[in-house]
Each structure stands twice: as C-alpha cells, then as structure tokens.
C-alpha cells in the first residue's frame, strides 16, 4: 500500500537538546500506526512537525506522495493533542461546529456530522452545556469528535485514551478501528505499550530522539522471540522431561514454559511428550510483549525502569 506520510532524516533540535535526531519512517494508507516512547523520547516533537506547527530544523515530511504543505494538508489532518484545546465557556454544540466548519466544512455538512456522532457515541445531551462542565473523560471524548469529524485522511491521536474509563475507551477504540477500515490512517502516540500492542498495525519506538525500532508489531515480535513455548501436560512423565531439543526454563504442576533448542522445533517437543505417555491439553508459542521488547532494548538504563514501572 503507498505511504499516506513519509518522514525524512527529520531533525529537530531545541538549543543543544536533540529533540529529533535524524529519524526517517514511512507510514502505509490505511495503517494503524503506534508512534511510541518514553517521555522526552521526542514523539510530540516529531507530531508537531507532521502536523505544521513546527518546521524542521532538516530533512522532509511527503504527505500523499507530495512535499508536505500545511496550508494545503492541514485540511486532510486531523490532531488531537495531548494537552486539551477547548473554549471552556463556549457551548458545545456551537464549539463542534466551529471547529468543523474550521476544516472547510459547510455549516449543513457540520451540523450533519455533529449529530451522527453525538449520537454514536452518547452525546446526544450534550449540545447545551459548557466544556467546562465537562468531565476530563467527556473533555476527551469530544475532542475525538471533533478531530475525526471532517474524515481526515490522517488522524493523529496523542494519548486518547487517557482520561477514558474502560467502557469509553472501547467506544473510542472501535471508532479507530472504523475510520482505518473506512480508509483513513490513524498515528496513535503513547508510552503505554500494552495499547499499542492491542490496536496498531505498525509501530516506530523512539528514545533521546532517535528511532530504534521499526516494523510491523507481529514482525517485531518474531524478530525478539526467544523460542519460548507452554505446555500444559497431563502424565507422569511430563514432570521429567529432558531431551536435546528443550531446556525447561519453568515449570509448575501441569505446566511448563520450555525453550527449544536450535535445529529443533515445536514437533520434536510435542513427539517426545506424546512418547512418554502424557496428555498434552495446550501448546503455544510464548511471544514477547513490546514492553518486554523495549526494556531489553534499553536494559540497564533509567528508561528501562521507567517502563517497568508503566508495566508494573
Ligand atoms: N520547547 C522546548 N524547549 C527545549 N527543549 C524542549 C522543548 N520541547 C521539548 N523539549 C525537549 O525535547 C525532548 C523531546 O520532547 P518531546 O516533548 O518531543 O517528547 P515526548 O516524547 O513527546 O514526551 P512525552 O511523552 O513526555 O510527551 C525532551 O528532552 C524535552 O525536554
């Protein structure tokens, strides 16, 4: 599929702090795309040169195949920023359709829209009151809106999530996965990996500026796999096990996590279980979550406990 956004030798630096140091990246149409890192890694940077408000000290931004033009993109972006950008006094019927008429739609095309989705997503009362009077989650949710309302072909999320109780977090998660199947592409920036994990196609992890790792997230996870394998095991035998093609590397009644050994694989585990008499009820690979994967990219620095408490 062709990249919706392409992301040159970008730099950026704020006095002597590298903010963005020569990172490059490419983002599929279509995509649902984890900008991911700890705080301070750059990711905001990165966003605010995709979306304009910075230019980049070097390197180049392509959006739909073309050198990225604010005036002309912006129209195509849709950003909704960590830190919340709404008139509290004003109400928020009236805020919606000022910021939907912002992106070039009609004031019909906007009222339309608004109540499509007030109405998806349970905000039919809402039209009278405050922004002030809101919730932070409700200040959340209708910032979502109002950022995928015009069906930009970019959304660029920071942390929507935050705020959100489990059961508006998942309106708000089907509602990504609808806009990436209806052909938008969603950026989703966080630290919280789990997330990531859950709802995007593709990942970029950046840390002190620079990109270190790249892929789609079940190809990141093949690639730091580490042979790991559970079984669940009925049979004396089971207890026993030792052959040339595993190591036990844990085992508690009934369960095992093996590790096969090089030149072996998961057939000669399973034959040697069902050799020995025993009663395999289970067997899976053991993948390795992205938090695993970034802490031991960064093992031993204060940005490997820092995610470990995020874990924790
Ligand atoms: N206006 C600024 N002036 C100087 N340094 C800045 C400025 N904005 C950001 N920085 C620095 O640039 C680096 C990247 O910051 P950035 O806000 O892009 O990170 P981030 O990944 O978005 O972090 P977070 O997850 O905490 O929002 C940090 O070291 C930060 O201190």
């Known amino acids: 599929m062709s990249p919706i956004l392409e992301v040159q030798h970008l730099k950026k630096y704020y006095a002597t702090q590298k903010a963005v140091d020569d990172i490059s990246f490419s983002?599929?149409?279509?995509?649902?795309?984890?900008?991911?890192?700890?705080?301070?890694?750059?990711?905001?940077t990165l966003?605010?040169?995709i979306t304009g408000i910075f230019f980049p000290d070097s390197g180049q931004i392509l959006f739909d195949g073309r050198p990225f033009q604010p005036e002309t993109d912006?129209?195509?972006?849709g950003y909704m920023p960590e830190e919340r950008g709404l008139y509290k006094k004003m109400k928020i019927g009236d805020q919606a359709l000022y910021l939907a008429r912002l992106k070039g739609l009609s004031k019909q095309e906007a009222s339309e829209k608004i109540r499509y989705w007030f109405g998806k997503l349970d905000m039919d009362t809402w039209y009278n009151k405050k922004t002030q009077d809101l919730s932070k989650g409700m200040g959340q949710k209708l910032q979502f809106v109002t950022?995928?309302?015009?069906?930009?072909?970019?959304i660029i999320l920071d942390e929507p999530f935050s705020g959100l109780d489990p059961v508006n977090a998942?309106?708000?998660?089907?509602?990504i996965y609808e806009l990436a199947r209806a052909g938008s592409t969603v950026i989703?920036?966080?630290?919280?990996?789990?997330?990531?994990?859950?709802?995007?196609d593709?990942?970029?992890?950046?840390?002190?500026?620079?990109?270190?790792?790249?892929?789609?997230?079940?190809?990141?996870?093949?690639d730091f796999k580490e042979n790991l394998y559970r079984l669940d095991v009925a049979g004396a035998a089971a207890a026993n096990g030792a052959h040339p093609s595993f190591d036990i590397v844990q085992q508690n009644a009934g369960s095992l996590v093996l590790r096969i050994n090089n030149g072996y694989s998961s057939n000669d585990v399973l034959s040697y279980y069902i050799g020995q008499g025993a009663l395999v009820s289970s067997f899976q690979e053991i993948l390795p979550s992205l938090n695993d994967i970034f802490i031991k990219l960064v093992e031993g620095t204060p940005l490997a406990r820092q995610f470990q408490n995020v874990q924790a």
């Open 202 to 222: 593709r990942i970029v992890l950046v840390n002190q500026g620079k990109k270190i790792l790249d892929g789609t997230v079940a190809g990141v996870k093949q």
């Open 47 to 49: 966003l605010r040169m």
């Open 188 to 200: 989703f920036s966080t630290h919280r990996m789990e997330q990531v994990e859950e709802i995007c």
């Open 170 to 175: 998942n309106l708000i998660k089907d509602e």
């Open 147 to 154: 950022t995928i309302l015009h069906r930009p072909k970019l």
């Open 74 to 77: 912006l129209v195509h972006i």
């Open 27 to 44: 983002i599929p149409s279509g995509s649902i795309f984890g900008l991911l890192g700890p705080n301070g890694a750059g990711k905001t």
